[in-house]
């Protein structure tokens, strides 16, 4: 297995250099080819157990001061995302999730990430049967607490985050909450804290002619927070989004404001007719705003059934393609459709040269234009 790094060295000059290196910080685009093979591949274990409301976005999972509270620092900044099939078999879903997590364990890494809806069918119909309970932010795990005892996917990733001692981005699974289903993540710290708990802001309400028609609003609804949390000294300040959340600049952009987050990370399920258009163009566009570390994680590729062979729940083909970005938006770390796990160390300095670099951040024009923060303009 090969481990990525993704250090970087600052080059500014007055002309351009000419500069024989794979730096995305020079002035010489690295080669594609040798970029998206920088990927570390794990073959699978085979397993075999058995309407939108107008809302304003408010800051309800973050502390308003200028930094979030501390949490445990790490041996090393590398991170792990977790590539793997989905299916209408819940329990072999947890065991999928179980196994891949010993497996970035074992290669040590000390942040994961989930793709989106992984312990459930990605289809609108499905999410009540696969909905669980949710603990609220701040909540401490502990193995016989009985708030999450009938919620065995929440269970699993705290688990998962206390035995190997590891930051968790739990992707995202249905919530159901006062009557209400939403898509919701879960951030929990290797000491088993829920540190970060985002529900997905934007829902994916698309219909492309000749394409893809979904309609999460069927079911979802929206949530209303801004999600960011601290992964200690290691990793500094992570924001969090889900898939179509990274369609809108300005969520990314008021995070980063507030909390000058290294990373952001979007568990997303992008499909065959946006994944292959828009979801890397995205990531890059996110990294390179913000100037930071950008990270997706997608469930793995199944193909369509055979005609008699349909499951109870309407197919969904996730484009797959789990990615790193790095601040200046090249690829560092990323996979194919199939199932994978992406391993990368992140070089966290090259976020602060980037923005000392190119300091975009002390050159708004507040004057000319202003990111309002959940606040109505008065006109």
């Given at each position: 297995m090969r481990i990525v790094s993704s250090k970087l060295a600052l080059f500014l000059a007055t002309t351009p250099t000419r500069i024989q290196s794979t730096s995305a910080f020079t002035f010489r685009r690295s080669i594609s080819s040798h970029i998206r093979k920088s990927s570390s591949r794990i073959d699978p274990t085979p397993l075999n157990p058995r309407k939108i409301s107008?809302?304003?976005?408010?800051?309800?999972?973050?502390?308003?001061?200028?930094?979030?509270?501390?949490?445990?620092?790490?041996?090393?900044?590398?991170v792990a995302l977790l590539q793997f099939k989905v299916t209408e078999d819940k329990l072999y879903n947890h065991a999928?999730?179980?196994?891949?997590?010993?497996?970035?364990?074992?290669?040590?890494?000390?942040?994961?990430?989930?793709?989106?809806?992984?312990?459930?069918?990605?289809?609108?119909?499905?999410?009540?049967?696969?909905?669980?309970?949710?603990?609220?932010?701040?909540?401490?795990?502990?193995?016989?607490?009985?708030?999450?005892?009938?919620?065995?996917?929440?269970k699993l990733l705290f688990d998962a985050a206390t035995k190997?001692?590891?930051?968790?981005?739990?992707?995202?699974?249905?919530?159901?909450?006062?009557?209400?289903?939403?898509?919701t993540c879960l951030c929990i710290s290797p000491s088993g804290k829920l540190i970060g708990?985002?529900?997905k802001v934007h829902l994916f309400d698309i219909d492309v002619p000749g394409g893809i028609r979904f309609m999460e609003s069927d079911t979802l609804a929206p949530g209303n927070t801004l999600t960011a949390f601290s992964?200690?000294?290691s990793f500094g300040n992570v924001g969090v989004g889900i898939c179509y959340d990274i369609r809108f600049p300005e969520y990314a952009l008021l995070l980063n404001k507030r909390y000058k987050c290294n990373l952001i990370v979007y568990p997303g399920a992008f499909n065959m007719t946006t994944g292959p258009a828009h979801w890397e163009l995205l990531q890059k566009a996110r990294a390179v705003d913000n100037q930071c570390f950008v990270l997706t994680a997608s469930p793995a590729r199944?193909?369509?059934?055979?005609e008699g062979e349909e499951g109870k729940y309407k197919h969904y083909t996730a484009w797959g393609h789990s990615t790193v970005i790095n601040?200046?938006?090249?690829?560092?770390?990323?996979?194919?459709?199939?199932?994978?796990?992406?391993?990368?160390?992140?070089?966290?300095?090259?976020?602060?040269?980037?923005?000392?670099?190119?300091?975009?951040?002390?050159?708004?024009?507040?004057?000319?234009?202003?990111?309002?923060?959940?606040?109505?303009?008065?006109?």
């Open positions: 107008t809302r304003t976005i408010t800051n309800i999972n973050m502390d308003m001061s200028s930094s979030l509270s501390p949490n445990e620092a790490t041996e090393n900044t590398r999928t999730a179980s196994s891949y997590l010993l497996k970035a364990h074992e290669k040590g890494a000390s942040l994961a990430v989930l793709p989106e809806i992984w312990n459930s069918p990605y289809a609108t119909t499905a999410f009540a049967e696969y909905a669980e309970s949710l603990p609220d932010v701040n909540y401490q795990y502990t193995a016989d607490c009985s708030i999450i005892q009938d919620s065995p996917s929440v190997y001692k590891m930051y968790i981005i739990g992707g995202s699974i249905p919530e159901l909450h006062d009557g209400q289903i939403y898509n708990k985002h529900r992964a200690g000294e199944t193909e369509e059934p055979k601040p200046w938006g090249e690829v560092v770390g990323t996979c194919g459709s199939e199932e994978d796990i992406v391993l990368v160390d992140l070089e966290l300095g090259d976020v602060s040269k980037m923005r000392q670099g190119i300091p975009t951040a002390n050159q708004k024009r507040d004057d000319v234009y202003q990111l309002l923060d959940g606040k109505k303009r008065e006109d």
